[in-house]
């Protein structure tokens, strides 16, 4: 099992350019979650999904756009990308029951917006 | 919403010193969750916490959850260079399954 990958690993925009992040998790998760990472600020959550066909707003979503059409892949778009979002993107994938809401985390997305 | 705050943000330490770090809820917790991140990685899961006052250990790392579940806490005995990284704490609580986290704490261990 690969567990959660993430395309592209490291790109360049310009601003005002759109990007599509490809999310993928082979575990037959429900949960999916988006998040940005820059210094000194954590794991912020842009958008998540319970499941196929529904996404919610997290912490930071302003900018973003997902999708969630099949179970296992999440897409998280940049529209008109601005250099705010230069930042570390992680993808991350949970099983729903249970008690444990532990998260899978993909390798990651570096993004540099110029 | 719920807040978790973690603190320190950084800790420098030498070869062989003990490192704990503190997470604090501004609701009650369902559950804690620990991760780590090493440098240019991404966060691996380390362990879940769900009882109240409960103690778990992996080796060196000792995790600790309060009585009243607001706070918790990570403890590392003789720390080791293998040990550098981030290491951050996510709660949930109110039902939902959605975590949040805490900004982490960097550890940096000088050999």
């Known amino acids: 099992n690969a567990g959660v990958t993430q395309t592209p690993k490291f790109r360049v925009l310009k601003t005002g350019q759109s990007m599509t992040l490809l999310c993928a998790q082979d575990?037959?998760?429900?949960?999916m979650y988006w998040y940005r990472q820059d210094p000194g600020m954590g794991l912020r959550l842009i958008h998540y999904?319970?499941?196929?066909?529904?996404?919610a707003k997290g912490e930071v979503p302003d900018g973003y756009n997902v999708s969630r059409l099949k179970k296992q892949n999440f897409l998280l778009g940049l529209e008109s990308a601005a250099p705010s979002q230069t930042s570390v993107y992680f993808c991350?994938?949970?099983?729903?029951?249970?008690?444990?809401?532990?998260?899978?985390f993909g390798p990651g997305t570096r993004l540099l917006v110029l | 919403g719920q807040q978790v705050m973690q603190i320190p943000q950084y800790q420098h330490v030498q070869e062989g010193e003990d490192f704990t770090t503190y997470c604090n809820s501004s609701?009650?917790?369902?559950?804690i969750q620990w991760y780590k991140q090493r440098p240019g990685g991404h966060p691996v899961f380390l362990i879940q916490?769900?009882?109240?006052?409960e103690v778990k250990k992996q080796k060196r790392l000792t995790f600790q959850f309060g009585e009243a579940k607001k706070n918790s806490s990570l403890h590392i005995t003789a720390t080791q260079t293998t040990d550098v990284g981030t290491y951050f704490c996510?709660?949930?609580?109110?039902?939902?399954?959605?975590?949040?986290f805490g900004r982490g704490t960097s550890l940096i261990v000088h050999p």
């Open positions: 609701t009650t917790l369902s559950n």
């Open positions: 996510a709660g949930t609580s109110g039902g939902s399954y959605i975590p949040t």
């Open positions: 916490l769900v009882k109240s006052g």
């Open positions: 575990m037959n998760h429900e949960y």
């Open positions: 999904s319970v499941g196929e066909g529904t996404t």
């Open positions: 991350a994938s949970s099983y729903l029951g249970g008690r444990s809401e532990t998260q899978y």
